[in-house]
């Protein structure tokens, strides 16, 4: 039986170690959090992926202040007739045993999985969650961030992908989409911390779908505008309705369009007409519906990391069709990551064309017959102080590295890596070179235009454009150089398969 609101919390509550072996421990928790006949998938997929990490323990704070539930609290359930506790419960995923006392949880960090706060909502319990993704994921590209939290004193460290579910009425499907990419630009970007009375403030007004509270979902316009407000600077793209469609929409189709802004740590939100989840990772998985690449999604109706075979094929009518995709980028990227790429490519076509490209690694990747081993291109948005940090750690040749880290550079970069194919499928070092853009240029700016373009390197060529009208800098580097890649989602992936091989 789910447990009472009135006895929610006990004055004299204290904390539980549940020891998830004995049989039918796992179904007597969720029954205590699951209030309607319908059951609760965002806390089935919970416990299924705590169960797929070996989870033995969960420890529960029976009176845990959450910051977010305590918003939709003074905003919204407080004019409630019903009373509700101002208080949650928390679950912490341990695959280990845990000290029956509590006293001394050092020594634990190896086996916590992360946790998950579990509001008094009879219909959506499932609040504030970072779980570390499930194994079933090891080998995709995934948005994730780092929290630092604190069990009874003790610090622990989590990286993974925030998730909350709706709240069915004060927060709407968009809305906690948005909340799980802002939590997760909080983590890992820095932006301000954003509470649900934040985002439902930011998306009031302007075109309106129905009642604004309760909530009866937000309009596109609802959404740019709140994201707008909560200080990203996104851009909208429409989706083909067909695979035969989006094969035709090149650097718009909808594959290369997520995966960019993945490697950027950068979750995209996509939306239906009538439902909204975040893209968080995509994997380079084979199957009869999707034979490049397969996609992960948070969903807060069904909970974290969902696989999606086939955006073309969905098994539920809430997810069709992918009309659009609102893509999360931060203030001073005025430039999008389709235009950084297609501006790239252009300057990478020049070269291809010149007597400069003959005999480089480039030429060689060029030369394979099947187009799909050839060279092709990974973008990605990160921090000029990231870019430089990383020169050396990624092989980049040392005298372009010194010279990289001698130049001006904006807060952010658009990078374009040319990728060698052959290379990135057997798990190798695959830059054959890259292209660095101001990610502060305009949508408009000229493709031919060479002050547009920080750096050009490929092989044994390197250009560096110089700044405000200062002398460019030519490099002759030795030949053959291909390094490791600068994407922060695609190095926590490498990290990732390096420990496990």
Not at 377 to 397: A, C, N, Q
Request: aromatic share 8%; hydrophobic share 40%.
């Amino acid at each position: 039986m789910p447990l009472p609101l009135a006895s929610w919390s006990p004055t004299e509550a204290n904390a539980t170690i549940f020891d998830m072996r004995v049989p039918g421990a796992w179904e007597d928790l969720a029954a205590d959090y699951t209030y309607m006949p319908r059951g609760n998938a965002p806390l089935t997929r919970i416990f299924a992926i705590a169960q797929a990490h070996g989870v033995t323990t969960i420890v529960k704070e029976p009176r845990y202040i959450d910051a977010d539930w305590r918003s939709q609290l003074a905003h919204f359930y407080n004019g409630n007739f019903r009373r509700f506790p101002s208080v949650c419960h928390r679950l912490h995923f341990f695959a280990g045993p845990v000290p029956s006392n509590l006293e001394d949880l050092s020594g634990l960090q190896d086996s916590y999985r992360g946790y998950s706060v579990l509001r008094p909502l009879p219909i959506s319990p499932v609040g504030r969650t970072m779980l570390m993704a499930p194994p079933d994921m090891a080998d995709a590209v995934r948005c994730e961030s780092t929290e630092e939290i604190n069990l009874f004193g003790w610090p622990f460290v989590i990286r993974a992908m925030p998730f909350i579910s709706q709240d069915t009425q004060y927060h709407r499907c968009a809305h906690a989409a948005l909340w799980m990419v802002l939590r997760h630009a909080h983590f890992e970007h820095g932006l301000p911390k954003r509470l649900p009375s934040d985002i439902h403030e930011a998306a009031t007004g302007g075109v309106m779908t129905g009642r604004q509270l309760p909530s009866d979902g937000l309009s596109a316009y609802q959404l740019m505008c709140a994201m707008t407000t909560l200080g990203l600077s996104p851009a909208q793209k429409p989706l083909a309705e067909t695979p035969e469609e989006n094969e035709g929409c090149g650097l718009l189709r909808l594959h290369a369009m997520v995966c960019r802004y993945v490697n950027s740590s950068l979750p995209p939100i996509v939306i239906s007409n009538t439902h909204a989840w975040v893209v968080t990772g995509y994997s380079r998985r084979g199957s009869a519906e999707q034979p490049r690449i397969h996609l992960w999604r948070h969903d807060d109706a069904a909970g974290p990391y969902i696989e999606v075979p086939d955006p073309w094929d969905e098994k539920e009518e809430a997810h069709q069709p992918w009309l659009s995709v609102y893509l999360p980028l931060l203030p001073k990227a005025f430039v999008d990551a389709e235009r950084a790429e297609l501006v790239g490519k252009s300057f990478v076509g020049q070269f291809a064309r010149s007597e400069l490209v003959k005999g480089t690694t480039f030429a060689a990747a060029e030369a394979e017959e099947d187009e799909l081993e050839g060279p092709t291109y990974r973008t990605y948005l990160v921090p000029s102080t990231r870019f430089k940090r990383d020169l050396s750690v990624r092989g980049v040749p040392e005298r372009l590295a010194v010279a990289l880290r001698l130049s001006p550079m904006p807060r952010y970069v658009w990078v374009i890596e040319v990728v060698d194919r052959k290379l990135r499928n057997d798990g190798q070092p695959d830059v054959l070179g890259e292209v660095v853009l101001d990610a502060t240029l305009t949508q408009f700016e000229p493709l031919g235009d060479p002050t547009s373009v920080m750096l050009f390197h490929v092989d044994d060529v390197a250009h560096l454009t110089g700044v405000d009208q200062s002398a460019a800098l030519r490099l002759s580097l030795p030949r053959g150089a291909i390094y490791r890649t600068g994407s922060p989602a695609v190095q926590d992936f490498e990290a990732r398969q390096s420990s496990l091989g």
